[in-house]
């Protein structure tokens, strides 16, 4: 059977340095940081008081106030990154197959606001006056309801779903919606992750793990992947989705295609429920399976865009990962960790780096790694290596690659080439 080209012909995104993909990109070219004190709820009890939080969010430019209600933030979230990425892709949905053309979204934890509320409401209440839910509570906390929403929104028949292994959730979404186009099961996949759960159960859950950091005073600058100093990730929240497309298709509407999805990659590490390998055998398995898929070698790969969630072990971990899979290449390399900027979007992590990784393959520049410090310099990390620090960097970008590793040892890569005939 001969595999089906799949190209990317639409993006859209809602993340904390920006509401639309452009703006996103712009505001990572100039090294901006959307880490700020928490607004979403009172945060001044908690050990980490800051995130990087969507600003000036309106969700009526996407669907209507009273469907909104029925919504997760997330979900809203959602709805809003695919709408972009459908009116960018210039996809006419009166003349689509609406029967080949589906939706998978990762998720990684879901409507954690709408749950938390609602057991609220009822701790506080339901002794007195019995339980009182709302009967939008489940289908608002629902992990897989976004990609329902967005196939009710558009009509689209096929297959519709969302993946969820935590920070791996929207790669292997994206892995997936490519496999079903590559298999000639769709002609079209809008794919992407989503997630929202800046609220006090997720800030105190992540913060009694130990795994966000504490510089209160520094928010912006708290995000430093590869630096001695790093002391957790800063969480994030937002939403972006791809449109994935059959490339015959594409090219017999006269899309426009920003790059063609070349292979995907999965593996476990295997080894703990919350870190990563020390030596990244889980994080070289699955950059192998990704190259093995696209059929590309080590040094097709020009940019990495790493998980690099400024963790004390993962950073280190990563590292090992990427000498070993790509040697002496690995110093040719520019990689960056754009978490830098936009803070961890757990299971929406993906589909951001993602979609940047697709505009350093259209536009032949790498977003940067920023705040780090020349003097803040951990030995275990090999600083001849190119992290793209604090500034991006032009050059020829043939192909990249993006890493997504999650709790439970899930990893997920996925590659991005240059579309050529």
Same mark, same amino acid.
């Given at each position: 059977?001969?595999?089906?080209?799949?190209?990317?012909?639409?993006?859209?995104?809602?993340?904390?340095?920006?509401?639309?993909?452009?703006?996103?990109?712009?505001?990572?070219?100039e090294g901006a940081s959307g880490?700020?004190?928490?607004?979403?709820?009172?945060?001044?009890?908690?050990?980490?008081?800051?995130?990087?939080?969507?600003?000036?969010?309106?969700?009526?430019?996407?669907?209507?106030?009273?469907?909104?209600?029925?919504?997760?933030?997330?979900?809203?979230?959602?709805?809003?990154?695919?709408?972009?990425?459908?009116?960018?892709?210039?996809?006419d949905m009166e003349t689509l197959?609406?029967?080949?053309?589906?939706?998978?979204?990762?998720?990684?934890?879901?409507?954690?606001?709408?749950?938390?509320?609602?057991?609220?409401?009822?701790?506080?209440?339901?002794?007195?006056?019995?339980?009182?839910?709302?009967?939008?509570?489940?289908?608002?906390?629902?992990?897989?309801?976004?990609?329902?929403?967005?196939?009710?929104?558009?009509?689209?028949?096929?297959?519709?779903?969302?993946?969820?292994? !935590?920070?791996? =959730?929207?790669?292997?979404?994206?892995?997936? &919606?490519?496999?079903?186009?590559? %298999? $000639?099961?769709?002609? +079209? #996949?809008?794919?992407?992750?989503?997630?929202?759960?800046?609220?006090?159960?997720?800030?105190?859950?992540?913060?009694?793990?130990?795994?966000?950091?504490?510089?209160?005073?520094?928010?912006?600058?708290?995000?430093?992947?590869?630096?001695?100093?790093?002391?957790?990730?800063?969480?994030?929240?937002?939403?972006?989705?791809?449109?994935?497309?059959?490339?015959?298709?594409?090219?017999?509407?006269?899309?426009?295609?920003?790059?063609?999805?070349?292979? !995907?990659?999965? =593996?476990?590490?295997?080894?703990?429920?919350? &870190?990563?390998?020390?030596?990244? %055998? $889980?994080?070289?398995? +699955? #950059?192998?399976?990704?190259?093995?898929?696209?059929?590309?070698?080590?040094?097709?790969?020009?940019?990495?865009?790493?998980?690099?969630?400024?963790?004390?072990?993962?950073?280190?971990?990563?590292?090992?990962?990427?000498?070993?899979?790509?040697?002496?290449?690995?110093?040719?390399?520019?990689?960056?960790?754009?978490?830098?900027?936009?803070?961890?979007?757990?299971?929406?992590?993906?589909?951001?780096?993602?979609?940047?990784?697709?505009?350093?393959?259209?536009?032949?520049?790498?977003?940067?790694?920023?705040?780090?410090?020349?003097?803040?310099?951990?030995?275990?990390?090999?600083?001849?290596?190119?992290?793209?620090?604090?500034?991006?960097?032009?050059?020829?970008?043939?192909?990249?690659?993006?890493?997504?590793?999650?709790?439970?040892?899930?990893n997920a890569c996925a590659i991005?080439?240059?579309?050529?005939?």
């Open positions: 059977m001969e595999l089906k080209r799949v190209v990317v012909t639409g993006i859209g995104a809602v993340s904390p340095l920006g509401n639309t993909a452009e703006e996103t990109w712009q505001r990572m070219l880490a700020a004190p928490i607004t979403h709820f009172d945060a001044k009890d908690f050990k980490a008081q800051f995130a990087c939080e969507v600003k000036d969010f309106d969700v009526t430019k996407y669907i209507d106030r009273k469907e909104a209600r029925k919504m997760d933030l997330y979900c809203q979230y959602a709805v809003a990154s695919a709408s972009m990425a459908v009116e960018d892709s210039g996809l197959d609406k029967n080949r053309a589906g939706v998978v979204f990762g998720v990684g934890i879901g409507g954690m606001h709408t749950f938390e509320e609602e057991v609220s409401n009822y701790a506080l209440t339901g002794e007195k006056l019995g339980p009182k839910f709302s009967p939008f509570f489940v289908p608002k906390m629902i992990a897989d309801i976004c990609s329902g929403h967005i196939s009710i929104k558009y009509g689209l028949h096929g297959p519709n779903y969302v993946t969820s292994s !935590a920070c791996a =959730s929207s790669t292997n979404a994206l892995a997936d &919606a490519f496999n079903l186009i590559r %298999l $000639g099961k769709a002609k +079209v #996949m809008v794919s992407g992750g989503a997630e929202a759960a800046i609220f006090p159960a997720g800030v105190g859950g992540f913060t009694a793990m130990h795994a966000l950091s504490t510089r209160n005073d520094d928010p912006q600058h708290a995000s430093r992947p590869f630096s001695a100093s790093r002391d957790g990730f800063v969480m994030a929240e937002g939403s972006a989705c791809l449109i994935l497309e059959e490339l015959e298709h594409a090219k017999a509407r006269g899309a426009k295609i920003y790059a063609e999805m070349a292979g !995907a990659g999965m =593996s476990a590490d295997a080894h703990h429920i919350t &870190a990563s390998h020390p030596e990244g %055998l $889980g994080a070289k398995l +699955v #950059m192998e399976n990704a190259l093995e898929d696209a059929e590309m070698k080590p040094e097709d790969i020009d940019y990495i865009n790493v998980h690099g969630t400024s963790t004390p072990v993962g950073d280190i971990s990563e590292v090992k990962a990427i000498q070993a899979v790509f040697g002496e290449h690995a110093y040719k390399l520019n990689i960056s960790s754009t978490k830098s900027m936009t803070g961890h979007l757990l299971g929406a992590a993906g589909a951001l780096e993602a979609m940047v990784s697709v505009l350093a393959v259209k536009n032949d520049i790498i977003p940067p790694t920023i705040n780090h410090e020349e003097e803040d310099k951990d030995p275990e990390i090999d600083y001849n290596l190119n992290f793209t620090f604090n500034k991006p960097q032009q050059r020829t970008v043939r192909a990249a690659l993006s890493n997504t590793f999650g709790f439970g040892g899930h991005f080439k240059k579309y050529a005939e």
